[in-house]
Structures are given as C-alpha cells and as structure tokens.
C-alpha cells in the first residue's frame, strides 16, 4: 500500500470515527451506545460516503459524455428527472416497493439526462461556459415542471425531502440501496477506459473502434442509476460531480483510470465532512450537508466559469 493510499485510508476513518461519535444523542447518557451507532451513526456515515462517492463518479461520466469539464448531473436535469420519475410512481403506485421507486426514477433520470444530450448537440461548443448555462436552464425548467405537478397534487412535501441532500433520516434498513454505487464503481473502473474514449468525441472515439452509442448508453445508465439511488434515498446534493473531478484533474491529470479511486474518495470525504459540519454549526440543531455542500460548490463553480479557457473570436 502506497503512503499516499495510506494517508488517504486515514482521513476517511478518522472523519468516519468522528462522525459516529457526534450527534444530538449523548453516549454517555441512558441510551445504548452501541445500538446508536450500530442503527443510526454508522448507517449515516456510510451513506453520506458512498452518495458523495457516486455523485462525484457520475460527474466524471457526464464531462466525458458532453466533452465539457462544466457540468456534471446537477446541471444536466438529471436530478429533476428523478424526482419527475418518483413523482408518477408515488401517484400511480403509491405503495410501491422502495426498489420500484428507485428503478422508475433511473429509467426517468436517464430519459432526461439523454433528453440534454439532444440539445447538447445544437449548442456551439467554441464557448465552454455556454453548455452549462444552457444545463441551468434545462434543469430548472424540468424543476419548475416538478414543483408544478406536486402543487397541484399536494405533494410539495416530498419535493422538499428529495431535495434536501441530508443525512438525519437515514437508519439502519433505509439506506442499503445506496451499496449500489460500490457496483456502478466497479463497473466504472472495468470500462475506464472506454469512457475516456467518450471524451475524444464520437468521430476521433469511433475511429479507434469504439462502439460510441452503445457506450454512451451504457455510462448514461450508471449516472441514472446512481442519481436515482441517492435522491430516493438521500435526496439531491448539487455539485459533487462537478467540483471533484476538476479538482482531482487539476491535480493528478487525465488518466481516468487511475483517478477514479481518488475521485470516489474525494466525493465521500467532502460530503460527509459537510454532513460532520452540518451536525455541529448550529448544534443541536442540524443543517443539510446538501445545503453546505451548495454554499461551497457553487463559489468553487464560478471559480471554474472564470477559470474556464475562452477560445477567442476575433
């Protein structure tokens, strides 16, 4: 094991110790504190893990889908698809077993991420900043769609809940879907290299004998499942996927499959460092690691916009 791995394995497990011991429960007091942690403290610092890990993964798949290191599943529409999949199911099938939530809003999330790929590709691609902007604006039209729905429903409710990004609900037995983004790594790192393909675009990525739709497709599928996951369970946590690849990129290059490890790392630490600050800014009361998450992607968002080479026009 390499020092770097090592330092790494480290700060994960010192975050994750810390994370099990802090909360508004004491301990110390007449609770059990080994049912606390083994029902409530270890379960939420897991899925805080493994939803920063997938979400920064799927970031990954998207950039190279698009060709543009400015977007990620946030500002593609793709968590508002979700939400627009669990809409129709929580009316139509309300009680619907968990899994059957979570594979409408997969199918959901990736008819809307493919629905961006189409109007991807009437944008000008000579302004790298123009392609997120035009994510922004997909994305909130399909979340105005969605507030509209569960309005005129009366479901406004559940809106708030996928939307929140927190971790306080999460219990032993309601966050095991979530384990689904250690199977979409692994098939993320078989098909590293086929990805990175993707990024070259479809002629330069079908030249060197890649099968560009199909793998396409199958990447699109891995983000859905995994957006789908982690807004059923969790709800939407806005830019992992885009501030962990850039960083990770910025700092050890392009080689896609030796960055996917630290990537996966990175997404998991600084969302459950943001979930451990949540927990004790405001103590006992909690704010969502999505929101803090929010506060910091998004200054590190127009950081990258103003970051952003600009081809020139003159």
Not at 33 to 52: C, Q
Not at 113 to 122: E, H, N, Q, V, Y
Not at 177 to 186: K, M, P, R
Not at 219 to 248: E, K, Q, R, W
């Amino acid at each position: 094991m390499t020092r770097t791995a090592l330092g790494a394995g480290l700060v994960l497990a010192l975050l994750a110790g810390v994370s099990c011991l802090i909360g508004a429960a004491s301990l110390t007091g007449d609770l059990d504190a080994s049912l606390l942690i083994a029902v409530s403290r270890l379960p939420r610092t897991l899925a805080a893990i493994l939803a920063g890990a997938g979400l920064a993964l799927a970031g990954v798949v998207v950039q190279q889908a698009v060709q543009n290191r400015l977007v990620e599943p946030g500002l593609v529409g793709t968590p508002e698809s979700a939400m627009l999949g669990l809409l129709a199911v929580t009316l139509l099938a309300p009680g619907a077993p968990l899994l059957v939530k979570m594979s409408v809003a997969a199918v959901a999330a990736l008819a809307g991420t493919l629905g961006f790929l189409a109007l991807a590709r009437r944008v000008p691609r000579q302004d790298p900043v123009l392609l997120p902007l035009v994510g922004l604006i997909y994305g909130g039209i399909l979340g105005a769609l969605v507030l509209w729905i569960a309005w005129t429903t009366d479901l406004v409710q559940y809106i708030g809940v996928w939307q929140s990004g927190e971790f306080s609900g999460v219990l032993r037995g309601r966050y095991e879907l979530l384990w689904i983004v250690a199977a979409v790594a692994v098939a993320l790192w078989f098909a590293a290299d086929r990805i990175t393909l993707l990024g070259l675009g479809e002629d330069a990525a079908r030249s060197l004998g890649l099968d560009y739709r199909q793998t396409l497709l199958g990447g699109l599928v891995l983000v859905a499942v995994t957006v789908a996951v982690v807004v059923v369970s969790v709800g939407s946590i806005p830019f992992v996927g885009l501030v962990v690849p850039n960083v990770v990129s910025r700092w050890r290059g392009d080689n896609l499959r030796r960055n996917l490890g630290l990537v996966a790392w990175m997404g998991g630490v600084l969302v459950l460092g943001c979930d451990i600050l949540g927990r004790v800014v405001r103590w006992p009361y909690e704010i969502p690691a999505g929101t803090i998450f929010a506060v910091l992607g998004a200054g590190l968002f127009l950081w990258l916009l103003h970051a952003a080479p600009r081809r020139s026009h003159g």
